[in-house]
């Protein structure tokens, strides 16, 4: 029902912000069709794989401003993209939690803040340096195919794999 309630809200904004009404409708009908035909493979591609989702989620943050200025669009994408972060956090601080023996959790929180945390001012700079020689968009470009370097692990973390980690931190 939320979902029909956002969907609605969308058209009716969409169509007052168009002079091109008929094109709208058939936007909105291929809109409908493609989500009646996607929508069952799209939810179990998502059941089955949340990494990819997340990861897509935070590439989505940096694809969007290089391709568009639009501060609606980029806001959109920077929203999703921090819940993608939020639940991507909970999904990996949990798992950590579960397949590091107690007497190493310490040190392995410890470690691993070092590195997230440690590096982000190397990132800034390294950022600003790329911005100043290449441009934004340019960066963006390369943000977004660096958040998704990940999915070449994507083989590696199964779900079978991350249950056999579980067993044996136990």
Known sequence: LLDLVFSVDSIITAVGMTDHLAIMYIAVIVAITVMLVASTPVADFIERNPTIVMLALGALEFAVPALTSNAWAIAASMVFAGAGV?????????????????????????????????????????????????????????????????????????????????????
């Open 86 to 170: 939020v639940l991507g956090n909970v999904v990996m601080v949990s798992l950590r939690q579960r397949v590091t023996p107690t007497r190493l959790l310490g040190r392995l929180n410890s470690a691993y803040r070092l590195i997230a945390w440690g590096t982000m001012p190397l990132g800034a700079l390294l950022g600003g340096l790329v911005a100043d020689a290449l441009g934004l968009v340019p960066l963006f470009w390369i943000a977004a195919v660096i958040t998704l370097l990940p999915l070449a692990l994507f083989g590696v973390l199964t779900n079978a794999n991350m249950t056999a980690a579980e067993s044996e931190g136990d």
